[in-house]
């Protein structure tokens, strides 16, 4: 299931190694379908892979196992065409781990943390881990940290959740010094677990807890790669030895739920609003575009609205536990 390079993680990698694997992080459990590609860079390959068509594990496997690629490996005029018709940005990890550093500053009430920042002489930025055990307030433990809901908004390969590499340079980044929201939990779960069972349980707890939502399918797909690929990382860094395929496919379940494709703008499902035609008693038909669309919110959309899960709330009406809400209904 390793690939050589950090970076670009392979679909046929995927497949060998557990066949169940892919299909679970291709589910969209909004539609009850396949995430969608939701760009047309891919049209030129034919039908399929047009802008509102479901990716299949056919379509990115077998000859189009290379075809979907991250930002750092596409060319020069693709990721131009997506900062011009996506606004796709991506952030250096120097920048990232600034950003979550000044979230754990504000949880433990104090700096430096994880890690301390650097600046060299010719200006290039940078961090050193800190070796030593965590410690924690008074008043926390690392158990309330574990559970901390983190959300990072529009991901795209989520580089403020995971930090296999910098999603700017393609540079990879050694375990002891990955900076994201995800890896820092899971290094508290390293240090404060023995045995591979309960390293599993609060390692689960932690990816229940990290939330993202994407726009564009090829990202997103890019993203639970990468948060997969992060707990084999993790495991076997903890124990030498690459974890069992079915708690990696349970890892896979929550990232499928958890880290969602959505129109951020809407709530929706991208491009899932419709005209709504109405016929009259006499068979005249009269077309109704989406109200939430000319309206520019999240209310009255035709189109499917994003659930997500809260893995520790139990369900009104089966009393178990992950109940799931419209994200819109989350927005205060």
């Not at 690939?3 to 392979?10: C, F, P, Q, T």
């Not at 596409?74 to 606004?87: F, G």
């Not at 926390?140 to 700017?168: F, H, M, Q």
Request: aromatic share 12%; glycine share 6%.
């Amino acid at each position: 299931m390793v690939s050589k390079n950090l970076v670009d993680i392979k679909e046929n990698d995927i497949i060998k190694y557990d066949k169940e694997l892919l299909p679970i992080l291709l589910k969209d459990h909004s539609s009850k379908k396949n995430i969608i590609w939701a760009t047309d860079n891919y049209a030129f390959m034919g039908d399929g892979y047009g802008e509102a068509d479901e990716i299949t594990v056919s379509q990115i496997t077998g000859k189009n196992g290379d075809i979907i690629k991250p930002r750092v490996d596409k060319n020069k005029t693709e990721q131009l065409s997506r900062v011009r018709d996506k606004a796709e940005v991506f952030t250096p990890s120097w920048i990232c781990n600034a950003q979550n550093n000044l979230i754990d500053e504000a949880w433990f009430g104090r700096n430096n943390v994880f890690n301390k920042e650097l600046t060299s002489e010719d200006g290039k930025r940078s961090w050193i881990s800190v070796t030593d055990t965590i410690i924690f307030p008074e008043d926390k433990s690392w158990k309330d940290y574990v559970r901390e809901n983190r959300l990072e908004i529009s991901c795209g390969e989520a580089p403020y959740l995971v930090s296999r590499y910098d999603a700017t340079t393609g540079d990879a980044i050694p375990i002891e010094q990955r900076i994201g929201l995800l890896d820092r939990k899971l290094r508290i779960v390293g240090e404060n677990t023995e045995t591979s069972t309960e390293w599993l349980e609060w390692a689960q707890t932690a990816y229940k807890s990290i939330y993202g939502f994407e726009y564009q399918g090829d990202n997103l797909l890019l993203a639970r790669e990468a948060l997969l690929y992060t707990f084999k990382d993790y495991y076997k860094h903890k124990f030498g030895k690459d974890p069992l395929p079915v708690s990696l496919k349970f890892i896979a379940y929550i990232v499928s739920w958890n880290i969602w494709q959505m129109d951020g703008l809407k709530g929706v499902i991208p491009n899932s609003c419709k005209t709504i035609e109405e016929t009259s008693l006499f068979g005249d038909i009269t077309k109704i575009p989406c109200r939430g669309c000319q309206e520019d919110g999240f209310l009255y959309h035709t189109g499917v609205y994003c659930l997500v899960k809260d893995w520790r709330a139990k369900d009104p009406i089966t009393k178990k536990l992950g109940r799931k809400y419209r994200f819109i209904d989350l927005i205060k």
